[in-house]
């Protein structure tokens, strides 16, 4: 039995060549998942913007939602992650069967404690960020987003995620949050869990911490990386279609 674990595919809505190509190989991915896997965990970011009304959905998330649901059929248990690009839910994706989780997701395989969560919250020294986070994800901005036209509210959320993606860190600032991850990770092996699991930081890695491992799933920007865990082990892989 086996447990996937992807993150950050940034899927948009059909926009340009880039965007359908990455689109194809998570598609790939997905449809060639091992038959003995038993559940997949798509931790955060998995679309570039995500918001789901009670009567309408986003068009061109059409067909990968399908290929989401066609897992489910294969009776693979799928659990979402919020990401800091995905996390208004609405009800839609649960009503597919999909588990929704706003900040982490507990599981074990072989007595060994899994903790993974998509990491935007564990990053340090981005107070910005943290403002920022605490802007959108307050339910009086969720409440004001529900009642403009979607057409309109699409066009300002993809301006929010294009600025929040463009936003280019200097290498000293990236260092930076990517510790603010391993000492999460840390604090997390020492209450206990095996293994820490995220994503966020697009950068794929694999750290014995103590008694535990710290993961990060990368991205399907540049790496196409996703994490694998079977009989107790947990390893980095990457796709090749
Ligand atoms: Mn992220």
């Known amino acids: 039995m086996r447990i996937i674990i992807i993150s950050d595919t940034h899927i948009k809505f059909n926009e340009n060549e ?15 998942l091992p038959s003995d896997t038993k559940l997949l965990v798509l931790n955060g970011d ?25 897992v489910i059929n294969r009776g693979i248990k ?23 989780y706003s900040d982490y997701f507990i599981t074990i395989d072989q ?10 919250k564990h990053t340090s020294n981005d107070l910005r960020y943290f403002i920022f986070r605490f802007l959108l994800r307050n339910s009086l901005t969720k409440f004001i987003f529900n009642l403009v036209h979607p057409e309109l509210s699409l066009n300002i959320g993809k301006k929010l995620s294009r600025s929040s993606r ?32 995220m994503g966020h930081a697009h950068n794929p890695q694999k750290i014995k911490i103590d008694d535990g ?9 540049v790496h196409d990386s996703y994490i694998e865990i ?4 947990a390893e980095l892989k990457y796709y090749n279609q």
């Open 46 to 70: 998995i679309f570039d913007l995500w918001f789901d009304w009670n009567n309408v959905i986003i068009a061109g998330y059409y067909d990968f939602i399908h290929e989401l649901k066609s």
């Open 78 to 100: 799928v659990v979402m992650l919020a990401g800091n690009h995905d996390f208004w839910f609405n009800g839609f994706l649960e009503r597919l069967g999909i588990e929704i």
């Open 111 to 120: 007595q060994k404690q899994i903790y993974i969560t998509h990491g935007d």
């Open 230 to 233: 079977t009989a107790g082990q």
């Open 18 to 32: 880039e965007d359908r190509a990455r689109r194809a190989r998570v598609t790939s991915f997905l449809q060639n």
């Open 166 to 197: 463009d936003r280019q860190d200097s290498p000293e600032i990236t260092k930076r949050k990517n510790q603010g991850l391993i000492d999460f990770a840390k604090k997390k092996i020492n209450e206990g869990y095996h293994f820490v699991i």
């Open 213 to 221: 491992y710290y993961l990060n799933s990368g991205d399907w920007i």
